[in-house]
């Protein structure tokens, strides 16, 4: 938590401790992240899914909008174009998930704009790419209890952190055969927020807008291991299994709405420098937060 701000924990699914929380608070804004985002699990269990992602949201935009709340920013993904047919993609492609992580991130998008034009909630939707790496000066890092992001997993297997990771498949239409994201590093992503509550502190009553978040730049899970050897200077160890269930072959941003609305750019578009930022943290956190 920023020094001086207190740091209360509360869950989205009930109701009741967000009134709360809201009532004790005078918020003017809100940046919601919570939400379940394993992507294969939400293949296999999607009830979780929608009762934190979508009811859990729904909760907490209903407390915010009871409380005279004026802007909110919601975290989604890139998941909501689902295979998409052109690339880079524009916010102005289909939005056609092929998986329930990116169904339920999309309904909450679907309610941001009901509520928006009903209420006149100002919000802002950050279609995030993949967000990655650290804080560069080596204070924050990733750690998910477990871990699913690609970088992070593939650190720890070069390290001998870990079991060889699996490639989900090798046979995408894609020139390696693996599956091709756009990595964006985390300090980008903390900008993009900065500049969404910025516009919708200026917007007007009503104002609703959806922004791609990500370098516009693609890399295959084949380049990302091969940067992550280079950077730890020894190879990741790995096996190549089957496809995983809702995992479309490309997905890169197109961001010119984010660069020309919100005057976002990216400062840490390099896979190695996002690469090196994770691994520093990583070596310097070998428990992660656990350590203390």
């Not at 995030?128 to 699913?148: I, K, M, S």
């Given at each position: 938590a920023c020094v001086g701000s207190p740091m209360v924990e509360a869950d989205v699914e009930d109701p009741g401790a967000l009134r709360s929380l809201f009532q004790r608070h005078a918020f003017r804004a809100v940046i919601h992240f919570a939400a379940r985002i394993n992507v294969g699990e939400s293949m296999t269990a999607p009830l979780p899914y929608y009762r934190t992602n979508l009811f859990g949201s729904a909760n907490l935009i209903e407390a915010a909008v009871e409380a005279g709340v004026r802007s909110f920013v919601f975290s989604s993904t890139a998941?909501?174009?689902?295979?998409?047919?052109?690339?880079?993609?524009?916010?102005t492609a289909p939005v056609?998930?092929?998986?329930?992580?990116?169904?339920?991130?999309?309904?909450?998008?679907r309610l941001l704009q009901s509520v928006s034009r009903s209420h006149g909630l100002r919000a802002a939707c950050l279609?995030?790419?993949?967000?990655?790496g650290a804080d560069p000066d080596g204070?924050?890092?990733?750690?998910h209890r477990p871990e699913t992001h690609l970088i992070p997993l593939a650190i720890d297997a070069a390290l001998g952190r870990r079991e060889p990771l699996t490639v989900f498949g090798d046979d995408y239409d894609t020139p390696d055969g693996t599956?091709?994201?756009?990595?964006?590093h985390v300090s980008d992503?903390?900008?993009?927020?900065l500049l969404a509550l910025q516009a919708l502190d200026a917007a007007e009553p009503g104002y609703f807008r959806?922004?791609?978040?990500?370098?516009?730049?693609?890399?295959?899970?084949?380049?990302?291991?091969?940067?992550?050897?280079?950077?730890?200077?020894v190879?990741?160890?790995?096996?190549?299994?089957?496809?995983?269930?809702?995992?479309?072959?490309?997905?890169?941003?197109?961001?010119?709405?984010?660069r020309s609305e919100l005057g976002w750019q990216p400062r840490h578009a390099d896979l190695r420098a996002m690469v090196a930022h994770a691994l520093a943290w990583r070596k310097g956190h070998p428990d992660g937060y656990g350590e203390a």
């Amino acid at each position: 938590a920023c020094v001086g701000s207190p740091m209360v924990e509360a869950d989205v699914e009930d109701p009741g401790a967000l009134r709360s929380l809201f009532q004790r608070h005078a918020f003017r804004a809100v940046i919601h992240f919570a939400a379940r985002i394993n992507v294969g699990e939400s293949m296999t269990a999607p009830l979780p899914y929608y009762r934190t992602n979508l009811f859990g949201s729904a909760n907490l935009i209903e407390a915010a909008v009871e409380a005279g709340v004026r802007s909110f920013v919601f975290s989604s993904t890139a998941a909501v174009y689902g295979t998409p047919k052109r690339t880079p993609i524009r916010e102005t492609a289909p939005v056609r998930p092929i998986n329930v992580y990116g169904e339920t991130k999309l309904s909450v998008e679907r309610l941001l704009q009901s509520v928006s034009r009903s209420h006149g909630l100002r919000a802002a939707c950050l279609r995030y790419f993949n967000a990655a790496g650290a804080d560069p000066d080596g204070e924050l890092g990733e750690d998910h209890r477990p871990e699913t992001h690609l970088i992070p997993l593939a650190i720890d297997a070069a390290l001998g952190r870990r079991e060889p990771l699996t490639v989900f498949g090798d046979d995408y239409d894609t020139p390696d055969g693996t599956c091709i994201r756009d990595y964006v590093h985390v300090s980008d992503l903390c900008d993009a927020h900065l500049l969404a509550l910025q516009a919708l502190d200026a917007a007007e009553p009503g104002y609703f807008r959806a922004y791609n978040v990500g370098t516009g730049i693609g890399h295959s899970v084949r380049e990302v291991l091969d940067t992550v050897s280079e950077v730890a200077g020894v190879p990741v160890p790995h096996t190549v299994g089957a496809r995983r269930p809702g995992d479309p072959p490309v997905l890169v941003a197109s961001n010119d709405r984010i660069r020309s609305e919100l005057g976002w750019q990216p400062r840490h578009a390099d896979l190695r420098a996002m690469v090196a930022h994770a691994l520093a943290w990583r070596k310097g956190h070998p428990d992660g937060y656990g350590e203390a």
